[in-house]
């Protein structure tokens, strides 16, 4: 079992910036494809970023694609988003999700593909 935690988030205006972390406990876990999702009231959940455990590759949804940038530390079983030029439409709960052994480079933007989920952290972006 693998236990996260999200926390980070809060209330900003247009192009400021956030730092969301994802702290994981439980079950130790090193190959492991781990991302970042967002749902906003009334849609769907979305895809935002994700990356593998070892670092050696990130992926990233379109809309948020040299804004945002995922991060890792081995040492402290935390992950990161880190968040700049925030834009109105980033408004949403953020959660971060993993997944223990190989993920498809095909599976990484699909939530069903992941295990274990965060309860999630609201970013609010005000104009």
């Known amino acids: 079992q693998v236990q996260l935690v999200e926390s980070g988030g809060g209330l900003v205006q247009a192009g400021d910036s956030l730092r969301l972390s994802c702290a994981a406990s439980?079950?130790?876990?090193?190959?492991?494809?781990m991302g970042w999702f967002r749902q906003a009231p009334g849609k769907e959940r979305e895809f935002v970023a994700a990356?593998?455990?070892?670092?050696?590759?990130?992926f990233y949804a379109d809309s948020v694609k040299g804004r945002f940038t995922i991060s890792g530390d081995h040492a402290k079983n935390t992950l990161y988003l880190q968040m700049n030029s925030l834009k109105v439409e980033d408004t949403a709960v953020y959660y971060c999700?993993?997944?223990?052994?190989?993920?498809?480079?095909?599976?990484?933007?699909?939530?069903?593909?992941?295990?274990?989920w965060g309860q999630g952290t609201q970013v609010t972006v005000s104009s």
């Open positions: 999700a993993a997944r223990q052994r190989g993920m498809s480079i095909f599976g990484y933007a699909v939530a069903a593909r992941y295990d274990y």
């Open positions: 439980g079950r130790t876990f090193s190959s492991v494809a």
């Open positions: 990356i593998s455990w070892s670092g050696s590759q990130t």
